[in-house]
Nanobody, 123 residues
Framework: QVQLVESGGGLVQPGGSLRLSCAAS????????MGWFRQAPGKEREFVAA???????YYADSVKGRFTISRDNAKNTVFLQMNSLKPEDTAVYYC?????????????????WGQGTQVTVSS
């Protein structure tokens, strides 16, 4: 059984940083893709960033230059370093994974999902 477990969410002030982690178990995603989506209250789940096993990175325009995705293939773990956080980054962040070699940006591109971790950016 595949499980994705996120950690690292919390409350941070505008301009601050957080680092999210997602550990996968049950199968390896190398080769494969891992990514992050987020969902704010009243909004649809949206793509944030993704990375494949060759470390090709993809970002939503709204987070380019502020967020960095990385992965440790040996540990089957993906990370999201979030800097210069804004109130509009407030959302539940979900980890996603799939065996496709190049990441997609749509919800349907991923077969496996974590339960989500809350990120709140507020003063």
């Amino acid at each position: 059984q595949v499980q994705l477990v996120e950690s690292g969410g919390g409350l941070v002030q505008p301009g601050g940083s957080l680092r999210l982690s997602c550990a996968a178990s049950g199968r390896t995603f190398s080769p494969g893709s891992m990514g992050w989506f987020r969902q704010a209250p009243g909004k649809e789940r949206e793509f944030v960033a993704a990375i494949n096993w060759r470390t090709n990175e993809y970002y939503a325009d709204s987070v380019k230059g502020r967020f960095t995705i990385s992965r440790d293939n040996a540990k089957n773990t993906v990370f999201l370093q979030m800097n210069s956080l804004k109130p509009e980054d407030t959302a539940v962040y979900y980890c996603a994974a799939d065996l496709r070699p190049y990441p997609g940006t749509l919800h349907r591109d991923y077969s496996y999902w974590g339960q989500g971790t809350q990120v709140t950016v507020s003063s």
